[in-house]
């Protein structure tokens, strides 16, 4: 038999902090994680008696006396599988854990309250709730048990190890929730410590984990769905520079914890979070080595043939990160269902404050609610119903028998009628938060789409070889070009470039322009230089880029109109044309007019630019932007998007519109419309987008309007009115089209503006 040793004490401690950790009177997670620890030897009687004597500091004695019987049921249990020579598994610990917690109880309440007056099914509900809690449960911590007895530092951690882990530290910090909230330095300090140590001890992902599992707790507490993700962020920075040692990864996580501190948790400024902060990494650092065991990754060595370049071990890194935030937005995910209507939970509280305000004040109470109860129970519900569905009730519309029978009826319809506005007005509120959080689900998922592209593109171009090559370094060594390196990559859109590192020798000078041409005599292709590069080739070693010369090229043009009586237009607009070869035509029309609709569409069009320049997918970017403004559609700001994305090279043009106008396409065979239904940004938290592609020719050209264009033309079919106009429009520039087209809306209505107007023409050329 094994000797009792310090890891079974660590057990029972740690089995009578989770005993405390009572949520409504019921101890799910505590009489779990006795059944799970109650399997191994030796340590079972002081796993028992701790985590009796955590109860018994959390609840009642009469709850304690119930859950002590579980525990000696469970105990009974497992003496009986024992004599019968059965194996104990965490499957069978489950099973009895979760029924003995059901059996008792619906035992206890049915005896507290009384067979006649226990709603019975409720009771039932309630019990059978708390043992499949505890039933899963049992599986969580049989892996936290598992690595408290058992793991070795040379041993890797699964992902459901971790997650066992993450949960048995939060429920940790939980159960001491009411005194570590009034001792804020010491809160912080333990909960930036268990996150710092777990981040460097697991890496990434278990930081992660141990972060978003506190961050939860901390949510319950606050009442701040964010705290989950924000917590996450800071487990993941302080596993991501573990390699470097823990003064690196100690300075990196306090960088964390003050940025995450101005980015959205401010309470992490404050100067018991500083200190927290300080003591948490001072603490990690002085620790004896033997106490932090850094788990090693197991890399091959850099001899191996097999090892991973850094590349390569880059994009697995990110490709980890990516995954953290997915799982973190599943878990903004999970469970999240914005209701329409009140709960039965939420009508029950509404009638126990109805009749506690009114009939508990009255003199007729006691014939009410004793002799009459059935009667006043099911009328006082009706109204209640009836308010909820109709929203208001008159004195008619009450039934006979409890306008006989109630002496206070007026005062009764006047306190329903409060009494459920603020049920609906708390129900708004969840709804919102709901709303909010399944925002911030979204912008995770974002992220960890973002990330996950990022690490393909690390090997997106493909090195070719190509016979040209050889020629061009002879004509390059006969200009006296002293080439160091040339390789010529192919982008993901099949569009070459060609990468040179190279000097010119003494006494010679050459621009860049004489590379292109040089390079066109031998691909027979038109290459021109990058943009960033130099444009002369110096004496010394540099890095040159020469890309593929593009096909098409645009002309642009743009007409607005202001609205009447306002001074700026509430329509903003892009033309940007990318490194990668695609020119973009952005168009964005804020709610309603003026300077508040100018200052949400310009918003937006400077964030889609700076999203799309660094790099982000057009769906990600409307995704986003969609999130951020629903965050801040308190203030109703829905604005459009509409934006047309030129590829230079193939000719296609790829059109997504969120809520925005007709789109005409004028081809030199007729005009084509792209037509949208979908809803403007900020509008819900999914982004209600379409998007549909077509393949542009010489001599085709983009129309891009605002419904301020379609508004002012008169009939009923205004779209097909429009493009019947501009089919008309032949042989004038882009810039003509966009001014003609501004004009005839503006006939059309008389020149009265009653809306914010904006045209922008593309006109498609080869080049």
């Given at each position: 038999?094994?000797?009792?040793?310090?890891?079974?004490?660590?057990?029972?401690?740690?089995?009578?902090?989770?005993?405390?950790?009572?949520?409504?009177?019921?101890?799910?997670?505590?009489?779990?994680?006795?059944?799970?620890?109650?399997?191994?030897?030796?340590?079972?009687?002081?796993?028992?008696?701790?985590?009796?004597?955590?109860?018994?500091?959390?609840?009642?004695?009469?709850?304690?006396?119930?859950?002590?019987?579980?525990?000696?049921?469970?105990?009974?249990?497992?003496?009986?599988?024992?004599?019968?020579?059965?194996?104990?598994?965490?499957?069978?610990?489950?099973?009895?854990?979760?029924?003995?917690?059901?059996?008792?109880?619906?035992?206890?309440?049915?005896?507290?309250?009384?067979?006649?007056?226990?709603?019975?099914?409720?009771?039932?509900?309630?019990?059978?709730?708390?043992?499949?809690?505890?039933?899963?449960?049992?599986?969580?911590?049989?892996?936290?048990?598992?690595?408290?007895?058992?793991?070795?530092?040379?041993r890797l951690l699964s992902n459901e190890d971790q997650i066992g882990l993450g949960i048995t530290i939060a429920l940790c910090v939980f159960a001491f929730r009411n005194f570590l909230m009034n001792t804020h330095s010491v809160f912080e300090t333990l909960i930036l410590f268990v996150?710092?140590?777990?981040?460097?001890?697991?890496?990434?992902?278990?930081?992660?984990?141990?972060?978003?599992?506190?961050?939860?707790?901390?949510?319950?507490?606050?009442?701040?769905?964010?705290?989950?993700?924000?917590?996450?962020m800071i487990g993941i920075l302080a596993g991501a520079f573990r390699e470097k040692g823990r003064l690196a990864s100690g300075l990196t996580f306090m960088a964390g914890v003050i940025l995450t501190g101005y980015l959205g948790v401010p309470w992490l400024l404050d100067t018991a979070s500083i200190q927290g902060v300080i003591a948490a990494v001072l603490v990690f650092l002085l620790l004896p080595e033997g106490l932090i065991a850094r788990r090693k990754n197991a890399l091959p060595s850099v001899e191996s043939p097999d090892a991973p370049s850094g590349q390569e071990l880059t994009k697995s890194r990110l490709k980890g990160f990516s995954e953290s935030f997915k799982k973190l937005a599943d878990t903004f995910n999970a469970g999240v269902s914005p209701r329409s209507c009140l709960s039965q939970e939420e009508m029950d509280a509404a009638f126990d404050e109805l009749t506690r305000n009114v009939c508990g004040k009255c003199s007729r109470c006691d014939y009410c609610w004793e002799k009459e109860y059935y009667e006043t129970y099911n009328a006082a519900s009706n109204?209640?119903?009836?308010?909820?569905?109709?929203?208001?009730?008159?004195?008619?519309?009450?039934?006979?028998?409890?306008?006989?029978?109630?002496?206070?009826?007026?005062?009764?319809?006047?306190?329903?009628?409060?009494?459920?506005?603020?049920?609906?007005?708390?129900?708004?509120?969840?709804?919102?938060?709901?709303?909010?959080?399944?925002?911030?689900?979204?912008?995770?998922?974002?992220?960890?789409?973002?990330?996950?592209?990022?690490?393909?593109?690390?090997?997106?171009?493909?090195?070719?070889?190509?016979p040209e090559i050889a020629a061009l370094r002879q004509r390059l060594a006969l200009s006296k070009v002293n080439v160091k390196s040339l390789t010529v990559a192919r982008k993901p859109n099949n569009r070459q470039s060609i990468y040179m590192v190279a000097k010119m020798r003494r006494g010679r000078c050459m621009t860049a322009k004489e590379i292109c041409g040089l390079i066109r005599e031998v691909f027979g292709k038109e290459f021109i230089l990058a943009k960033g590069c130099r444009m002369v080739i110096s004496k010394e070693f540099n890095t040159y880029e020469f890309v593929e010369g593009i096909h098409l090229k645009t002309i642009e043009g743009v007409a607005c109109a202001v609205k009447n009586q306002e001074e700026v237009s509430g329509d903003s607009y892009m033309f940007m044309p990318l490194s990668g070869g695609q020119m973009i035509m952005s168009l964005s029309d804020g709610m309603g007019s003026g300077k508040l609709a100018s200052e949400d569409s310009e918003y937006i069009i400077d964030l889609l630019e700076q999203l799309l320049d660094t790099g982000f997918g057009k769906q990600s970017a409307v995704r986003l932007i969609n999130s951020l403004m629903f965050l801040r559609s308190d203030q109703k700001a829905f604005s459009t998007i509409d934006i047309s994305i030129l590829d230079l090279y193939s000719g296609i043009c790829e059109f997504v519109k969120a809520g925005a106008s007709t789109t005409y396409i004028k081809h030199k065979t007729g005009v084509e419309a792209i037509r949208s239904e979908t809803l403007p940004v900020g509008a819900f938290t999914q982004a209600d987008y379409e998007g549909t592609s077509r393949h542009m020719e010489d001599g085709d050209m983009i129309i891009m309007i605002t419904d301020g264009i379609i508004n002012q033309i008169e009939g009923e079919d205004k779209e097909e009115t429009l493009g019947e106009y501009i089919r008309q429009l032949d042989g004038v520039s882009p810039q003509e089209t966009a001014n003609a087209i501004l004009k005839y809306a503006m006939a059309e209505s008389k020149y009265a503006i009653n809306d914010d107007m904006t045209v922008l023409t593309c006109g498609v050329y080869k080049s």
């Open positions: 038999m094994r000797k009792l040793d310090f890891r079974n004490v660590v057990i029972a401690v740690v089995g009578a902090v989770i005993n405390r950790s009572v949520l409504l009177m019921m101890n799910p997670f505590g009489i779990a994680y006795f059944a799970c620890a109650y399997m191994y030897k030796p340590g079972r009687l002081l796993v028992a008696a701790a985590s009796a004597v955590g109860m018994a500091t959390a609840m009642p004695p009469g709850i304690l006396l119930k859950y002590i019987g579980v525990i000696l049921g469970i105990a009974a249990a497992v003496k009986v599988l024992e004599m019968r020579k059965k194996a104990l598994t965490p499957l069978k610990m489950a099973l009895i854990c979760g029924i003995f917690i059901t059996i008792a109880g619906f035992a206890y309440s049915v005896g507290l309250n009384g067979l006649e007056r226990a709603n019975v099914g409720q009771l039932a509900l309630i019990s059978s709730l708390e043992g499949v809690v505890s039933f899963a449960m049992v599986f969580v911590f049989d892996r936290a048990i598992r690595i408290f007895l058992f793991h070795k530092n040379d996150i710092l140590y777990i981040g460097y001890c697991y890496g990434a992902g278990g930081g992660a984990i141990a972060g978003a599992c506190i961050g939860s707790v901390m949510a319950y507490q606050q009442s701040d769905v964010s705290l989950p993700g924000f917590m996450a109204i209640l119903d009836y308010y909820s569905k109709n929203g208001d009730m008159t004195r008619s519309e009450l039934p006979l028998s409890f306008k006989k029978r109630c002496i206070n009826i007026d005062r009764f319809l006047n306190e329903t009628s409060r009494v459920m506005e603020v049920a609906k007005l708390n129900l708004n509120w969840r709804n919102r938060m709901m709303e909010s959080r399944l925002a911030i689900a979204g912008q995770l998922g974002e992220v960890a789409e973002i990330i996950e592209d990022f690490s393909q593109e690390l090997d997106a171009d493909v090195v070719v070889d190509r």
